[in-house]
């Protein structure tokens, strides 16, 4: 199955800067998703990309995709001390299986 | 109040024990999945399920075991034969007809000692 891979792994940044993932896959897809996790619990369900879209905007989210470069982009824009959390991509592959197959996350610091 | 559900959050069991994690969803999503996440792996499929009575392994199926006999549940079985077991396992449900995006559960921490 094909897998999201994000970039960096780890960010670190002061309360109020913006922070940007990315994340790419390998084969062709549906949509493209993006997942918050707090430490030790659940997924949260953040932003969804179809493959006819290049960006999408949700409060202080916006994320990009490039199907022609399989990449797309996670920016939180003034981020907060309760944005640190791991960031998870997620791609909905073409071909109706209904899996997901997850990125290995990048994990967000927030200092305030 | 809709969601998802694991319990318990926390299990400890000895080498060579069968152990049941239990997912419960109240959602009426057809859709339930199984995940496994160790540090710096991300989550990876263990067992799918998109309808009653059915269910299709994922990427790392074997020692597991998984039933679907009501769409509220979907439990899963780490028997003796997962040569690693402790992780945390995470539960996931999704409306087929609907948008894609899955809904998590708490996670469920097992350790085997």
């Known amino acids: 199955s094909q897998q999201g891979e994000e970039d960096p792994q780890a960010l670190s940044i002061q309360e109020g800067e913006n922070a940007t993932m990315n994340c790419s896959y390998k084969?062709?897809?549906?949509?493209l998703q993006w997942y918050r996790q707090n430490s030790g619990r659940g997924l949260v369900h953040l932003i969804l990309?179809?493959?006819?879209?290049r960006e999408k905007h949700s409060g202080r989210l916006r994320v990009t995709l490039d199907t022609s470069k399989k990449s797309s982009s996670l920016l939180i824009t003034a981020s907060r001390a309760a944005d640190t959390a791991s960031y998870f991509c997620?791609?909905?592959?073409?071909?109706?299986?209904?899996?997901?197959?997850f990125g290995k996350g990048n994990q967000v610091v927030v200092i305030p | 109040d809709g969601g998802i559900t694991q319990s318990p959050k926390y299990l400890f069991r000895k080498e060579g024990q069968n152990v049941t994690l239990s997912c419960e969803q109240n959602?009426?999503?057809?859709?339930m999945y199984w995940y496994r996440q160790d540090p710096g792996q991300g989550l990876r499929l263990i067992y799918y399920?998109?309808?009653?009575?059915?269910?299709q392994k994922g990427d790392i199926a074997e020692g597991y075991s998984v039933s679907r006999e009501k769409k509220e549940s979907f439990p899963l079985t780490v028997t003796s034969a997962q040569k690693n077991p402790t992780a945390f396992y995470l539960c996931?449900?999704?409306?087929?007809?609907?948008?894609?995006?899955?809904?998590f559960g708490p996670g469920t921490r097992l350790t085997v000692t």
């Open positions: 997620a791609t909905d592959a073409s071909g109706g299986n209904n899996r997901l197959a």
């Open positions: 996931a449900s999704r409306d087929r007809q609907g948008p894609s995006e899955q809904y």
């Open positions: 399920s998109q309808i009653v009575n059915d269910f």
């Open positions: 990309i179809r493959s006819n879209e």
């Open positions: 959602l009426n999503h057809d859709a």
């Open positions: 084969t062709s897809i549906n949509n």
